[in-house]
Nanobody, 118 residues
Framework: QVQLVESGGGLVQAGGSLRLSCAAS????????MAWFRQAPGKEREFVAE????????YYADFAKGRFSISTETAKNAVYLQMNGLKPEDTAVYYC???????????WGQGTQVTVSS
């Protein structure tokens, strides 16, 4: 099992920035990729970005490209999401997730609220 704990959410004005953190513990040796998803009120959970644990290559949803940046600090078993140029439509609960190589995402954090005011 892998346990994930997010932090860094909060209230920010439009155009501002936030950095989300996710700390992994447990069977971290099994992690292949880690990702961020988000869920806005009344909407389904959607993919934001993911990163390969070994080579640090990142992938982004179209809305995140150019504004968000995902990174890892493997020595700390941590993944980060730097979010710049935030918009009110970025308001959501952001979830950290992790998966082994041959699986979808079985491990999820509890989520952290991001609220962007206009």
């Amino acid at each position: 099992q892998v346990q994930l704990v997010e932090s860094g959410g909060g209230l920010v004005q439009a155009g501002g920035s936030l950095r989300l953190s996710c700390a992994a513990s447990g069977r971290t040796w099994s992690i292949y990729t880690m990702a961020w998803f988000r869920q806005a009120p009344g909407k389904e959970r959607e993919f934001v970005a993911e990163i390969n644990w070994s080579d640090g290559k990142g992938y982004y949803a179209d809305f995140a490209k150019g504004r968000f940046s995902i990174s890892t600090e493997t020595a700390k078993n941590a993944v980060y999401l730097q979010m710049n140029g935030l918009k009110p439509e970025d308001t959501a609960v952001y979830y950290c997730a992790a998966r082994p190589e041959t699986s979808t995402y079985p491990y999820w954090g509890q989520g952290t609220q991001v609220t962007v005011s206009s």
